[in-house]
């Protein structure tokens, strides 16, 4: 029905208040709204540190938690710091970690600062008896990475690295597939990243602008296989059961030639027991393909992307049993058969998986991390993703960097990724 014209500029100047809202950062994290399964207790009381963007993205995913209170969070740059205050209008801010680990109540620390800064907060917050949440890498430096896990190890507290694969619904729903030997004899992995970006952010001033490109400087990065293909190597090495032997790298800067000291386009292979091969490769040339790791075995294959999967069998293999209830879906010109993540949710409502529900996991993996992670400190679940984990995935992933730097084949002992 049309609006009398008062009650039409009213309406009007509503719509715009809350689309200024909605555009803000504080009324994107208000506009999601709560998953209602999760968590049952007590809240847990916690705080940020690092409120660049992804501990921006870490405090709207928290923002849908009702089982999470952030306290407090801090950034030693003034505009990082409000931004993260508008998005958790209760918390309180501080330019420095050592106020924030101190603050009375607090019972948990989430460290989000750019990598090469995790260790100082992260070993503050244990030695104040906090549970700790640490981004990964664990750092950038083999040196560091141990010396914060070894602390963690030690540490009372509950100790959970930011692989959040580890806490992927689909990419648990399909390891045990996995673990049931359908791949039949594993024969090579192929792994690929890509996405169109330089990596460089401007700032204003020079001094910030040195500071907040740090994943450009030789000194402060890991590289592409430090900061995304950790979590891909992750996923392949719990598929494998094993740890690589050897990594050989290449890299070379061909789209960004800016003066960088790390490449925008790198290639890794990853040397696993019994011949099989995880070829990766990852650019900020091109976002063609996207990202995606591809096992291919003797009876099936098996293609992930971050919250798809298919399974694409062999002429020749057997029968599972289950392909009757399976959705398909055409993938690399092939007849896959969907991984639908929920799909034992699916069967305990006596539904078939294939033909109801998305087949998406509908929890995004980041929050599904810091479910563990509340489940680890309240209910004294196993960490997920623990200290040994932790350090592991990231010592692969800084041997990936060294091997592409160089151009070497580095091998790995395994007594090198033990604490």
């Not at 990065?221 to 392949?236: I, K, R, T």
């Not at 298919?310 to 599972?320: F, M, N, Q, R, T």
Request: charged share 20%; hydrophobic share 45%.
């Amino acid at each position: 029905m049309p609006h009398p014209p008062g009650d039409r500029r009213g309406f009007l100047r509503q719509v715009a208040q809350s689309s200024a809202l909605l555009m803000s950062a504080r009324g994107l994290a208000l506009a999601q709204v709560p998953v209602e399964e999760g968590p049952k207790g007590e809240p847990l009381r916690l705080g940020v540190v690092g409120c660049g963007p992804w501990g921006r993205e870490i405090l709207q995913t928290l923002a849908r938690a009702p089982w999470v209170q952030v306290v407090a969070v801090c950034d030693r740059y003034p505009p990082f710091l409000k931004r993260a205050q508008e998005l958790a209008p209760a918390a309180s801010g501080f330019a420095g970690h050592a106020a924030l680990v101190g603050l009375a109540g607090l019972e948990a620390v989430v460290v989000a600062t750019p990598s090469h800064m995790h260790r100082e907060p992260a070993e503050a917050a244990l030695a104040a008896g906090k549970h700790v949440y640490c981004e990964a890498p664990l750092a950038t430096s083999l040196e560091e990475a141990r010396a914060l896990a070894l602390a963690a190890k030690a540490a009372k507290s509950v100790f959970q690295g930011g692989v959040q694969g580890r806490s992927n619904a689909l990419y648990r729903h399909v390891s045990k597939f996995v673990r049931s030997g359908v791949l039949g004899t594993e024969a090579q992995v192929t792994a690929r990243w890509s996405r169109k970006d330089s990596w460089r952010r401007a700032a204003p001033s020079a001094a910030r602008e040195a500071e907040i490109n740090w994943r450009l400087a030789a000194a402060s990065s890991a590289g592409l296989p430090g900061e995304v293909g950790l979590h891909q190597f992750d996923v392949v090495t719990r598929y494998m059961g094993a740890l690589p032997e050897a990594v050989t790298g290449f890299g070379s800067t061909v789209a960004w030639r800016d003066g960088r000291e790390v490449a925008d386009t790198v290639h890794c292979v990853l040397d696993y027991p019994k011949g099989v091969r995880l070829a990766w490769s990852a650019t900020l040339a091109s976002s063609m393909a996207g990202a995606f790791t591809l096992f291919q075995g003797s009876n099936s294959s098996l293609m992930l992307r971050e919250t798809r999967g298919w399974l694409i069998k062999e002429a020749d293999s057997p029968l599972l049993g289950w392909e009757v209830y399976a959705r398909k879906e055409s993938v690399l010109d092939e007849a896959g058969i969907a991984m639908i993540a929920d799909a034992t949710k699916i069967l305990a409502a006596g539904e078939q998986p294939g033909k109801v529900g998305s087949a998406e996991a509908q929890k995004p993996p980041l929050l599904l991390a810091f479910e563990d992670f509340y489940r680890s400190v309240r209910e004294g679940a196993p960490s997920v993703c623990g200290p040994l984990e932790a350090f592991q995935a990231t010592a692969v992933a800084i041997l990936a960097h060294q091997a592409s730097r160089t151009g070497e084949r580095i091998q790995i002992a395994r007594e090198s990724l033990q604490l």
